[in-house]
């Protein structure tokens, strides 16, 4: 009956042997499904950790855009009061040249008024005219 007793032993062996393999398998199962959804966490945090990366990336590259705009719309309408004042200043100049230029022309139509003997005040005659020529 040795061998009936080696028998149970090894069956009895065998179904614990069994047993522990399911516990194993259910304990990686359970594992490997914990395992599944922490990456899973880990790699929706760091999905959400991109968009806002993106969305903040995307707001500081619009602010800065803005930003620049409204820098160089400054800047023109600067430049536009600067062009403006030369504008000005420049007619003012202009004019005051061409005021001194008139004078000048009127100076000298006098100079020559009074050289060849018609200036104002004095009386056009030919034969003092006539005497100095002579």
Do not use: C, F, H, N
């Amino acid at each position: 009956m040795a061998s009936q007793e080696q028998r149970d032993r090894a069956a009895e062996a065998k179904g614990r042997a069994e047993e522990k393999a399911r516990e194993t398998e259910e304990s990686m199962k359970q594992k490997a499904g914990e395992a599944k959804d922490k990456s899973q966490e880990t790699g929706q945090a760091a999905k959400e950790r991109t968009e806002e990366g993106k969305d903040r990336t995307g707001s500081y590259a619009s602010e800065k855009a803005e930003e620049a705009k409204e820098k160089a719309g400054e800047m023109a309408e600067a430049a536009k009061e600067t062009t403006r004042a030369g504008q000005e200043k420049t007619g003012g100049i202009l004019q005051k040249t061409s005021e001194q230029m008139k004078s000048m022309a009127e100076g000298a139509k006098e100079a020559v008024k009074q050289t060849l003997g018609k200036g104002p005040g004095e009386k056009k005659d030919d034969s003092s005219a006539a005497a100095r020529r002579d």
